[in-house]
T-cell receptor
Framework: AQSVTQLGSHVSVSEGALVLLRCNYS??????LFWYVQYPNQGLQLLLK??????LVKGINGFEAEFKKSETSFHLTKPSAHMSDAAEYFC??????????????FGQGTTLQVKP | NAGVTQTPKFRVLKTGQSMTLLCAQD?????MYWYRQDPGMGLRLIHY???????AKGEVPDGYNVSRLKKQNFLLGLESAAPSQTSVYFC??????????????FGEGSRLTVL
C-alpha cells in the first residue's frame, strides 16, 4: 500500500527566506512523486514530478525537490520565498509501472504563509 | 483550450436531495477521477474510470455513483445527499500511465454544501 505524510499542516516564512515543505512516502514498488500547488479557490496545478530520472527535480516558480530513496522523502524547497508563493501544497505518490490505474495518493496538504 | 471543466461550481442542497456533478475534458484523456477535498485530509479518491463505459471505486465511494458514457465526460451523482458530503469536489484526467508519467490535470472544483 502507498501513503504520503506531509510534516506540518502550516508553515510560515518571511519573504526572501528559504521555503522547506516536508514529504515522506511509503511505497512497496518504485514510486512516481509529485508536488501540486493550490491557490485559493482554484484547482491543483503541477509544480514538479519525479519519474525515476534525475533525483533532483526542478519545477515551476523556482521550486525544486530531491528524491531520497534511503530516507523515503521528497521535500520541496525554494531558496527565496515570494508573497505569491502563499498557497496550499500537496505531495502525492503513484505507482511507477504500466498497467496501474494512475491513481494519485495525496498527503494532507501544507499551507504556506509568507510574511512581508 | 478549456482543459477540465466542472459544472456547477457551487451548489447548496438539503439533506436527502439528489444532484449530479459534470466533468468534461477536451484533452482526449482516457483516465478520469473524482476526488473530494476536506480540511486536513488532503484529496481522497471517490471513483475513477480507465475508459469509456468503465468505472471503479476509490477510497471513499459510499454515497456516490458515477457514469462514463462518453470518453470526454465523467458524471458524479449523489442520490440522497448528507451533510457529511459537504466538500469541495475535484475532477481530474490523465493519459494512461503506460504513455505518461502519471500527471493529473485538475478542474477548478465544485463546492457543495449540504444543509
Amino acid at each position: 500500500a502507498q501513503s504520503v505524510t506531509q510534516l506540518g499542516s502550516h508553515v510560515s516564512v518571511s519573504e526572501g527566506a528559504l521555503v522547506l515543505l516536508r514529504c515522506n512516502y511509503s511505497s512497496s514498488v518504485p514510486p512516481y512523486l509529485f508536488w501540486y500547488v493550490q491557490y485559493p479557490n482554484q484547482g491543483l496545478q503541477l509544480l514538479l514530478k519525479y519519474t525515476s530520472a534525475a533525483t533532483l527535480v526542478k519545477g515551476i516558480n523556482g521550486f525544486e525537490a530531491e528524491f531520497k530513496k534511503s530516507e523515503t522523502s521528497f521535500h520541496l524547497t525554494k531558496p527565496s520565498a515570494h508573497m505569491s508563493d502563499a498557497a496550499e501544497y500537496f505531495c502525492a505518490v503513484s505507482l511507477a509501472f504500466s498497467g496501474n490505474t494512475g491513481k494519485l495518493i495525496f498527503g494532507q496538504g501544507t499551507t504556506l504563509q509568507v510574511k512581508p | 483550450n478549456a482543459g477540465v471543466t466542472q459544472t456547477p461550481k457551487f451548489r447548496v442542497l438539503k439533506t436527502g436531495q439528489s444532484m449530479t456533478l459534470l466533468c468534461a475534458q477536451d484533452m482526449n484523456h482516457e483516465y478520469m477521477y473524482w476526488y473530494r477535498q476536506d480540511p486536513g485530509m488532503g484529496l481522497r479518491l471517490i471513483h475513477y474510470s480507465v475508459g469509456e463505459g468503465t468505472t471503479a471505486k476509490g477510497e471513499v465511494p459510499d454515497g456516490y455513483n458515477v457514469s462514463r458514457l462518453k470518453k470526454q465526460n465523467f458524471l458524479l451523482g449523489l442520490e440522497s445527499a448528507a451533510p457529511s458530503q459537504t466538500s469541495v469536489y475535484f475532477c481530474a484526467s490523465s493519459y494512461p500511465p503506460r504513455s505518461n508519467t502519471g500527471e493529473l490535470f485538475f478542474g477548478e472544483g465544485s463546492r457543495l454544501t449540504v444543509l
